[in-house]
């Protein structure tokens, strides 16, 4: 019996910066996505070139013939894939628990209380904005 990996819809490393590009830049060849992740040293274009193909399988990116060149464009959000990565993270690492995820960020000192309070400010009001629609 065969079994087959579940392709995953999470972003590599990779494959984050490359839609980083795209988000910014908007629609691109490869060359130009290639050109915009210069600071990555020694990134060949046929590297790009597969992760831009691995995006489009995964439905992450479209492709459009223009001339000789495929240009991709993201078809997914910046905020829709941050969403579900954050989900992610909370199913994995916290067991579906953000209470879990605020708490460890308050253990490891990546925020503080202060900082909470003042997110709890912005969300409430964000509501009565909201709800006064």
Not at 5 to 23: A, Y
Not at 42 to 50: C, N, P, S
Not at 84 to 100: I, T
């Amino acid at each position: 019996m065969v079994v087959r990996k579940k392709r995953s819809s999470s972003l590599t490393p990779l494959e984050l910066e490359i839609m980083q590009v795209l988000w910014k830049n908007g629609p691109g060849n490869v060359q130009a996505v290639q050109e915009a992740l210069n600071p990555k040293p020694g990134l060949a274009y046929t590297t790009v070139q597969t992760m831009l193909n691995i995006l489009q399988r995964k439905g992450k990116v479209k492709r459009t013939l223009r001339g000789r060149a495929y240009e991709y464009r993201a078809t997914v959000s910046e905020d829709k894939a941050s969403g579900h990565a954050l989900r992610d993270l909370v199913d994995r690492m916290f067991g579906g628990s953000a209470e879990q995820l605020v708490m460890s960020l308050l253990k490891s000192g990546q925020t503080d209380p202060e900082r909470i309070a003042k997110l709890l400010r912005q969300v409430a009001a964000q509501e009565r904005s909201n709800s006064d629609d």
